[in-house]
């Protein structure tokens, strides 16, 4: 036994601490190696302690530097506990006692377990199958926290662990989030820009060069790669996350990301109808109207080249024989012109693919703001004749359903409850695999019964509320477009989704508020 020089490994997950024993904590674990190597005169070289690391994974602080002081030569024997304290993963752990520590010379010994790789003994054939077991119980583990996370989501509960940029935590109920106002500002005056027809790349630029902290800057995130994010520089992704972030509304959206299993760590992002929604969880920072309006905005504020002269209709036009956008060439400095060209043409010029659509940008945008006046004036006499059949909804009507709503909303959360209970019982072994698969079956169908239901009663309140909301905001931007000589982008973009121009001059203009063009 003097010829060894002893590693004692302790190892404790988060997972462990909550879940296990006292036996498992770090001093236990200390306490009982110590006891065994002054039984055995072993000379103790260091102890090595890795304190909320998850077995199934080896890259550990600890546990690297053991296996730093192997190499050098430092150590010749590893103790632990138990094999699971090793790890959890039966390949890595398999993969240490069967080849790394045997070539190293290495001697080790899991007390409890009763396994010492330097002994014939019937107790380390059965090693393999401990580890198996070990994996298993972290499969189990990760399994049931999963779950428990799930149920949590689909309550409304927030389980993340950095906040989205404008909220905090609630000190009183860390699953709930509350408003940072200093965030919250900076949030509203995004969304106002957007609104005023300012492209991502644009709003990112005016944060930066107002030197609006970032929100890397409020996480004192430690960047390695992308230092700009710590230093201030505001991206158009950064905006493009936050304009399109339901949080924003008072809505949970989570189940965006996962790991793809309990022992590979990498994430992965979920397809959009796996997320976890639940509507009204806590205080909104942007108004739903403003939200959906913006929604609607991005596409015509995203992807234009971000030029000198930002013109009244940029973004808006499309060439209506290839389908591709038009853009507009910089003024010439002989006649101060300038003019349409089809970008599908201009990429593929040699190809003939396209024809140039080219037309003098300035007539054509004095002949869009007169047609444009025309169809305002039609709709709002249209719509003074048939104002009344706008707000046909009936009270009764949209009480009922709300009335269903909430029953289908406490039906469906009873039923994922009931699918949470049934998967532990089955875990714990209360109840068969072939029962769990019976009952699993019936609730999943009665679930998917009752979720299409509300989706499309939700689909209908939702329909007829915003259908009506958005006709009062159409008048009131119609009336703003009347009213002005020289109209702003932000009323163009509010009035009008695309103009399409083709090759013989014909001009369609498919305005917001009606089907005509």
């Known amino acids: 036994m003097n010829f060894f020089n002893v590693g004692l490994y302790i190892r404790l997950s988060r997972e462990d601490d909550d879940k296990t024993e006292m036996s498992e904590s770090i001093t236990n674990q200390k306490s009982l190696l110590l006891q065994y190597v002054k039984e055995n005169n072993l000379r103790v ?18 546990f690297n530097r053991l296996l730093g002081d192997i190499e050098l030569g430092k150590i010749n024997m590893v103790i632990t506990k138990d094999m699971s304290r090793l790890g959890r993963d039966y390949i890595g752990t398999g993969n240490l006692m069967e080849k790394y520590f045997p070539e190293h010379n290495v001697r080790y010994i899991a007390v409890t377990d009763n396994i010492d790789t330097f002994l014939d003994s019937s107790n380390n054939d059965i090693a393999p199958f401990k580890a198996i077991m070990n994996d298993m119980y972290a499969k189990d583990i990760s399994k049931k926290i999963k779950s428990s996370l799930k149920a949590k989501m689909k309550e409304g509960k927030w389980v ?19 408003v940072n106002a200093q965030q919250a500002n900076v949030v509203k005056r995004i969304f106002d820009m957007c609104l005023e027809g300012l492209s991502f790349f644009k709003i990112a630029k005016q944060l930066t060069n107002e030197g609006v902290k970032t929100p890397a800057q409020y996480y004192n995130f430690e960047w390695k790669s992308n230092y700009n994010l710590k230093y201030g520089e505001w991206h158009s992704k950064t905006i493009r996350d936050i304009l399109t972030n339901r949080i924003y509304i008072g809505d949970m959206v989570q189940n965006r990301r996962s790991k793809i299993n309990y022992k590979v760590k990498k994430v992965i ?35 234009r080249n971000e030029k000198k002269e930002i013109h009244l209709l940029d973004g808006l036009l499309y060439c209506g024989d290839c389908g591709h956008r038009i853009g507009v060439t910089s003024r010439r400095k002989k006649d101060n012109r300038c003019y349409t060209i089809c970008n599908y043409y201009r990429t593929y010029m040699k190809q003939r693919l396209c024809t140039t659509h080219s037309n003098n940008y300035d007539e054509l945008e004095k002949i869009i703001i007169n047609s444009l006046t025309e169809i305002c004036l039609n709709y709002i006499n249209k719509d003074k004749i048939t104002k009344e059949t706008l707000n046909n909804l009936k009270e009764d009507n949209k009480t009922n359903n709300k009335n269903e709503l909430e029953v289908l909303s406490n039906d469906i959360k009873q039923i994922n409850d009931n699918l949470d209970t049934i998967y532990i019982d089955k875990l714990n072994k209360k109840i068969t695999e072939e029962q769990f698969e019976r009952v ?3 609730l999943e169908q009665e679930l998917n019964v009752k979720q299409e239901r509300y989706s499309e009663l939700n689909n209908s309140i939702n329909d007829t509320i915003n259908g009506e909301s958005k006709n009062k905001m159409d008048i009131e931007y119609i009336d703003k477009f009347l009213s002005m000589k020289n109209p702003s982008r932000e009323l163009i973009i509010n009035l009008i989704e695309r103009i399409e121009i083709f090759k013989d001059k014909t001009i369609n203009i498919k305005v917001t508020f009606s089907n005509i063009y």
């Open 440 to 442: 699993k079956i019936k």
């Open 160 to 178: 993340g662990g950095r906040t989205p940029f404008g909220y905090d935590q609630d000190k009183d109920n860390k699953n709930h989030l509350v």
């Open 269 to 303: 992002k979920n397809n959009p109808n796996d997320y976890i929604v639940v509507e009204n969880t806590h205080e909104a920072i942007i108004d739903r109207e403003i939200f959906y309006e913006v929604q609607k905005r991005i596409p015509k504020n995203k992807g």
């Open 45 to 62: 070289y260091d102890i090595y302690i890795d304190d909320g690391y998850s077995g199934t994974n080896f890259d550990r602080p600890d």
